[in-house]
């Protein structure tokens, strides 16, 4: 695999370089100190994948990346930031993974791990599946040991309040959101409606409603192996939609 770095700071183009010479497979065939170097580094040397800091003097690793996705073929990148508040608008471009500074050995290993099991078409496929077509986000990102993963919303089965925290239960696993449940009940609406004051559910997912012996009413959802409970004030509601879907 062909890698680009690019970051402003020597020194952190340095480690990641090192780190990257232990990664079989892998050779570092450049690097670049700004967006715009970036871009001509890039159409020369044609890597697969590019290391991308996000603040940089010039053009910013945000614009450099929208850029790369129009080079053919586009390369895959990976975010790496000291900063986590750009996640959201990094994973506007095809970018397939998003690394907070400092950068593990496992952390890079995994990032390299997932760009050679996605090949080009799938590059383009995911830059466009970024916003649907009424504007509203696609993905939501989610921090993780990793750094910070995308996770697709029509892959969501039930949004959970917890704590400070949203918890949103996918096929993949779960995810902790920063987002609130009244913010993700309004920005999606019409996909998600809420059986609980601290649960929202995917309505395309949802495959019946239950009662037990108590009078207590659960929702089934598809691929998720537990019964959301319903509150009791969203049991009709709740009805009355599935009656019109």
Known sequence: MRVLIVDDEPLARDRLRRML????????VGDAGSGEEALAVAKELVPD???MDVRMPGMDGLAAAQHLAKIEPPPAVVFCTAYD????????????GYLLKPVKQVELENAI????????????????SRVLKNGKQSHLASKSRRGIDLVAINDIRLFQADDKYVRA???QGESLLDETLKYL???HDGRFVRIHRNALVSIPHIEGIDRNINGQFFVRLQGLDFRPQVSRRHVAPLRKLLEQI
């Open 113 to 128: 791990s997932r760009t050679r099991r996605v090949n080009k078409a799938q590059l383009h496929e995911l830059q466009d």
């Open 185 to 187: 009940e309004e920005e």
């Open 21 to 28: 010479s232990a990664v079989d497979n892998c050779t570092v």
């Open 49 to 51: 994948l590019v290391f």
């Open 169 to 171: 239960h996918h096929s």
């Open 85 to 96: 508040d750009y996640a959201v608008e990094a994973f506007s471009t095809q970018a397939i």
